[in-house]
């Protein structure tokens, strides 16, 4: 059971809405009482009012929880995954009383969401992809190049993803550090999840995805979600999550170690987590310039494929597997 107060501030147009659409307001949490709810599922949570006086609203304790303490965030407004449903929509996390909304077009549920003094500077592998300009470029020939370092190809690695998360089929994916929403757009178009969440550190990956999949209508109307989280405070209920995508991402984490643990957590029992990145070396390196390769002296934090293997099966995944060519890795692994 639990009661809050909800008051309705901010009226900005979604730019996918109508001018005289109905839907415009967006919910923020602060002054009207909410009615007490009683819970009557665990992973979509529906939330049903307990009292008669807003028997007309939707109430839900939704898949995305509070970053601060991962209790599921109750939602004020349209409930589903597509953006519009997301941006209509207000959440709150009753224990930390902290209220979240979409900024732009997206859902910001990093710890700093609404800070006003307090501002959180990243390593620069992290920082390089808020730019503006590293986000226009991404998908403007900057990922493209991957190709030159044994990346085959984003059809290519799609493909191979789908493959490795068969067991997750019909399930929720979260693509994290899914930059532009290359694999999101994708994911979501394929049609074989319930539902995909694009998420990323960086606003202006995010915008710029939101841009992409505008050009769209099938992706448009998919059951995708723009959210900004950190890998390391990923904001959703331990064992919620099918999958979870990590294209080209793992070297540019503040800490893999924290990010993997953090995928391990989401997953449900019997999910898959896929990533791909740059290896420290090739089978190819030679021996002569190993030295001149180690990790302190990059910025990037490229790891070695037995490193991201101890990485995984230390956080409990089991079913390791991994492909290589040159500098790429796709690794899958299972939360047993
Ligand atoms: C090289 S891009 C990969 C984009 C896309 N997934 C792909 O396959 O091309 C790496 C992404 O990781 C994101 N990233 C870096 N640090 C992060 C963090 N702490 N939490 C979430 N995402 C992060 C960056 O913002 C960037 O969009």
């Not at 549920?109 to 501002?119: C, E, K, M, N, Q």
């Not at 984003?154 to 998360?165: S, T």
């Not at 539902?195 to 992409?212: H, K, P, T, W």
């Not at 331990?238 to 991402?249: E, K, M, R």
């Amino acid at each position: 059971m639990a009661s809050s107060s909800m008051h309705q501030l901010s009226f900005t147009r979604h730019p996918l809405l109508p001018r005289d659409s109905r839907l415009q307001p967006r919910l923020q949490f602060s002054s009207v009482r909410f009615p007490s709810f009683s819970v009557r599922a665990s992973s979509a949570l529906a939330v049903e009012p307990d009292t008669g006086t807003q028997k007309d609203q939707t109430l839900e304790v939704e898949i995305f929880s509070c970053p601060i303490c991962y209790e599921p965030l109750l939602r004020r407004g349209p409930s589903g995954l597509n953006l519009e449903a997301v941006y209509r929509s207000g959440f709150k996390c009753k224990n930390c009383n902290k209220s979240y909304s979409s900024k732009n077009n997206f859902l910001d549920l990093t710890l700093t969401a609404g800070l006003r003094d307090y501002v959180e500077v990243k390593p620069a592998r992290t920082e390089l992809f808020r730019s503006p300009l590293v986000s226009f470029l991404y998908e403007r020939g900057w990922r493209q190049n991957f190709n030159r370092s044994g990346f085959p190809g984003q059809d290519e690695e799609f493909k191979m993803a789908q493959e490795y998360f068969k067991p997750a089929e019909g399930g929720l994916l979260v693509d994290v550090s899914c930059g532009s929403g290359l694999f999101s757009r994708k994911f979501a178009k394929s049609g074989t999840y319930s539902g995909v969440i694009a998420l990323d550190y960086s606003e202006n990956m995010l915008r710029q995805c939101y841009d992409f999949i505008k050009q769209d209508d099938a992706v448009l109307n998919a059951n995708l979600a723009l959210v900004r989280a950190d890998v390391s405070r990923l904001p959703f209920s331990s064992g919620s999550v099918d999958a979870v995508h990590a294209g080209a991402a793992l070297h540019c984490w503040p800490s893999p170690s924290n990010a993997i643990a953090e995928i391990t957590r989401v997953l449900r029992s019997g999910g898959v987590f896929v990533g791909t990145t740059f290896l420290r070396y090739t089978p190819s390196t030679p021996w002569i310039i190993l030295p001149f390769r180690q990790r302190t002296s990059q910025n990037y934090s490229y790891l070695t494929a037995e490193e991201i293997e101890d990485l995984c099966t230390s956080c409990g995944l089991t079913n390791y597997t991994r492909k290589i060519q040159q500098s790429f890795i796709m690794f899958s692994a299972q939360k047993p």
